[in-house]
């Protein structure tokens, strides 16, 4: 094993420690910074041309939102939870314009709606109910 793949293991092996030892708030906060991370690697392909990995980013990407908006309780959630479905879809549609057309300015566009996502559940203290 070379020293790429030790290091890709040792970065699998943290993510999956932090996600056992997650609340349910860490771990849509973990969601989020991760949907963030996708986006900036998925750019960072378009610029150098790497298709495939764009691809790859943006599909992973449409997954944490699809298991974002399927974690919403509309039930308790009410227009707060109806209104992040909408955005969550808004997102995933926008992203597969931005795949089709090696669009970067949409995926910051989409990166720019999950920030304020994130930085309002970051507000949020998860020990006050």
Same mark, same amino acid.
């Given at each position: 094993?070379?020293?790429?793949?030790?290091?890709?293991?040792?970065?699998?092996?943290?993510?999956?420690?932090?996600?056992?030892?997650?609340?349910?708030?860490?771990?849509?906060?973990?969601?989020?910074?991760?949907?963030?991370?996708?986006?900036?690697?998925?750019?960072?392909?378009?610029?150098?041309?790497?298709?495939?990995?764009?691809?790859?980013?943006?599909? $992973?990407?449409?997954?944490?939102?699809?298991?974002?908006?399927?974690?919403?309780?509309?039930?308790?959630?009410?227009?707060?939870?109806?209104?992040?479905?909408?955005?969550?879809?808004?997102?995933?549609?926008?992203?597969? $314009?931005?795949?089709?057309?090696?669009?970067?300015?949409?995926?910051?566009?989409?990166?720019?709606?999950?920030?304020?996502? $994130?930085?309002?559940?970051?507000?949020?203290?998860?020990?006050?109910?």
């Amino acid at each position: 094993m070379n020293a790429h793949a030790y290091a890709q293991q040792y970065r699998q092996t943290a993510v999956s420690s932090a996600v056992l030892d997650a609340s349910p708030h860490k771990l849509v906060a973990l969601m989020l910074a991760g949907i963030r991370e996708r986006l900036k690697l998925a750019s960072a392909c378009i610029a150098r041309e790497d298709f495939a990995r764009k691809g790859k980013a943006i599909g $992973e990407t449409n997954l944490l939102l699809g298991e974002l908006n399927g974690s919403l309780d509309h039930s308790a959630g009410g227009d707060i939870a109806d209104g992040l479905s909408a955005l969550y879809d808004y997102a995933q549609q926008r992203l597969t $314009e931005a795949n089709l057309n090696n669009d970067a300015t949409i995926l910051d566009e989409v990166d720019s709606l999950v920030a304020d996502i $994130e930085s309002a559940w970051l507000a949020i203290d998860p020990d006050k109910r």
